[in-house]
């Protein structure tokens, strides 16, 4: 069954898309805040997402724009708004179609129901894709070589790349530091212990919340580090 998000701050016309849709047959879950609703679509699969503009806690154009540097989900935004300026700039930032409120249930069921066709035909046309790795908010794209976090794309070197992908990839693993650049720079670590301390301090200052708590990469004090999952 295909899975849809609806991100709308009116909770009357997000129940009714929602019924809508469920009698055509899709899953639907709603969210009424731009922040909880960028979360949802970044840490869930979805065929499609339904976004609305003026929202809470952030815009829809800002979730639309964090939305679609991660993921390529079909986005269809909704609005009140009638300006040229809006359609534009949400088209812009990587929306698929663009309704203007009000419009009527059955025609919201008939674009979503387009768009997707779409999707999967152009996903049948390239069925191959990139190698990616996601673990809460955290993505590593491993063919493209770049990671987001929470949709924010973030700058890393080719060693601090290859070592964050290996801990990711070996979650719940401890690792002494020595391992670590056998593994990741193909050497004796005879010396250079520092140099993984100094790269794994750089990743947690790039994809850590808090460094002090890291949720990602932990220490284990007197023997080396763990990728928590």
Same mark, same amino acid.
């Given at each position: 069954?295909?899975?849809?998000?609806?991100?709308?701050?009116?909770?009357?016309?997000?129940?009714? #898309?929602?019924?809508?849709?469920?009698?055509?047959?899709?899953?639907?879950? !709603?969210?009424?805040?731009?922040?909880?609703?960028?979360?949802?679509?970044? &840490?869930?699969?979805?065929?499609?997402?339904?976004?609305?503009?003026?929202?809470?806690?952030?815009?829809? @154009?800002?979730?639309?724009?964090?939305?679609?540097? /991660?993921?390529?989900?079909?986005?269809?935004?909704?609005?009140?708004?009638?300006?040229?300026?809006?359609?534009?700039?949400?088209?812009?930032?990587?929306?698929?179609?663009?309704? !203007?409120?009000?419009? /009527?249930?059955?025609?919201? =069921?008939?674009? =979503?129901?387009?768009?997707?066709?779409?999707?999967?035909?152009?996903?049948?046309?390239?069925?191959?894709?990139?190698?990616?790795?996601?673990?809460?908010?955290?993505?590593?794209?491993?063919?493209?070589?770049?990671?987001?976090?929470?949709?924010?794309?973030?700058? @890393?070197?080719?060693?601090?790349?290859?070592?964050?992908? @290996?801990?990711?990839? &070996?979650?719940?693993? =401890?690792?002494?530091?020595?391992?670590?650049?056998?593994?990741?720079? &193909?050497?004796?670590?005879?010396?250079?212990?520092?140099?993984?301390?100094?790269?794994?301090?750089?990743?947690? #200052?790039? =994809? #850590?919340?808090?460094?002090?708590?890291?949720?990602?990469? #932990? !220490?284990?004090?007197?023997?080396?580090?763990?990728?928590?999952?």
């Amino acid at each position: 069954m295909s899975r849809i998000l609806i991100i709308e701050d009116e909770e009357s016309i997000a129940d009714l #898309e929602k019924d809508y849709l469920e009698l055509s047959g899709f899953e639907v879950q !709603t969210e009424t805040r731009g922040d909880s609703g960028l979360q949802t679509a970044l &840490n869930k699969d979805f065929d499609l997402i339904i976004l609305d503009l003026m929202l809470p806690g952030v815009d829809g @154009f800002e979730v639309c724009r964090k939305i679609r540097a /991660s993921k390529d989900v079909p986005i269809l935004m909704v609005s009140a708004k009638k300006d040229d300026i809006d359609k534009i700039r949400g088209l812009g930032l990587g929306a698929d179609d663009y309704m !203007t409120k009000p419009f /009527s249930p059955s025609e919201l =069921v008939a674009r =979503v129901k387009a768009h997707m066709a779409r999707y999967e035909r152009l996903v049948g046309a390239n069925p191959r894709s990139n190698d990616i790795v996601e673990i809460r908010g955290l993505k590593i794209d491993k063919t493209a070589r770049r990671v987001y976090i929470d949709g924010v794309e973030k700058n @890393f070197t080719t060693k601090e790349f290859d070592l964050l992908t @290996f801990l990711a990839e &070996n979650p719940n693993h =401890v690792f002494s530091k020595e391992e670590l650049f056998r593994r990741i720079w &193909n050497m004796e670590s005879v010396g250079d212990i520092a140099t993984v301390t100094v790269h794994i301090k750089k990743i947690r #200052e790039k =994809v #850590e919340y808090d460094t002090s708590k890291p949720q990602y990469i #932990e !220490t284990i004090w007197g023997v080396g580090y763990r990728f928590k999952i």
